[in-house]
């Protein structure tokens, strides 16, 4: 069974990046569409951004449009979320999921999740 670890969270100041990396272990990457999902206190987990096996196709949510940036190492088993000119609005726990699926269009859709990373954010 094919676990996902996220890392990379942490407090910046808004205006600032941060790169979120997620490892996939225990099994193949090798299918797997990769998304980054997010949730704020008090709000729906919401779709970020995803990438599509072998990579070549990547879709954003229209609010990290142009900021963020999605990529994927299938050697190293690691897909990337590189987020730049971070806002207070940003700030979330952010979701490492897989799918099996190669366009996944909803959350359930998804197979596979970790168990998240702090993004923090100060204005």
């Known amino acids: 069974q094919v676990q996902l670890v996220e890392s990379g969270g942490g407090l910046v100041q808004a205006g600032d990046s941060l790169r979120l990396s997620c490892t996939a272990s225990g099994g193949g990457f090798n299918g797997l569409s990769m998304g980054w999902f997010r949730q704020a206190p008090g709000k729906l987990r919401e779709f970020v951004a995803l990438?599509?096996?072998?990579?070549?196709?990547?879709k954003y949510a229209h609010s990290v449009k142009g900021r963020f940036s999605i990529s994927r190492d299938n050697t190293n088993l690691t897909v990337y979320l590189q987020m730049n000119s971070l806002k207070p609005e940003d700030a979330a726990i952010y979701y490492c999921?897989?799918?099996?699926?190669?366009?996944?269009?909803?959350?359930?859709?998804?197979?596979?999740w970790g168990q998240g990373t702090q993004v923090t954010i100060s204005s």
């Open positions: 999921a897989a799918s099996y699926k190669w366009i996944p269009s909803t959350q359930g859709e998804y197979d596979l």
């Open positions: 990438i599509t096996w072998p990579g070549g196709y990547e």
